[in-house]
């Protein structure tokens, strides 16, 4: 059974910094292309960051690049996004997710994904 569980939410002052954790369970989390997605109240959902777990390649949203970072551990079969430089503007719930058939880009890109976690809030906020 595949499982998402993020962690790491919170509320944090513009400027400040944030990471959030995925534990997946039920499989191998190097196998697939693992990403997280973020919704606002009223927005469509954004593909924030993907990456492919075995090779690292990634794809990043270019309202995050350089500030956000991918990252994943397998031998905890976890994946983290690093958040800095937070903005009002990244608040919205973030989600982890995993895909086996679609490339990093398209997933992204087309906010796709098999296996969703159940999101956690990210509010950035003075």
């Known amino acids: 059974q595949v499982q998402l569980v993020e962690s790491g939410g919170g509320l944090v002052q513009p400027g400040g910094s944030l990471r959030l954790s995925c534990a997946a369970s039920?499989?191998?989390?190097?196998?697939?292309?693992i990403g997280w997605f973020r919704q606002a109240p009223g927005k469509e959902r954004e593909g924030v960051s993907c990456m492919r777990s075995s090779s690292g390649s990634t794809y990043y949203a270019d309202s995050v690049k350089g500030r956000f970072t991918i990252s994943r551990d397998n031998a905890k079969n976890t994946v983290y996004l690093q958040m800095n430089s937070l903005k009002p503007e990244d608040t919205a719930v973030y989600y982890c997710?995993?895909?086996?058939?679609?490339?990093?880009?398209?997933?992204?890109?087309?906010?796709?994904?098999?296996?969703w976690g159940q999101g956690t809030q990210v509010t950035v906020s003075s």
């Open positions: 039920g499989f191998t989390l190097e196998d697939y292309k």
């Open positions: 997710a995993v895909e086996y058939i679609m490339t990093v880009q398209a997933m992204c890109r087309m906010r796709r994904a098999g296996s």
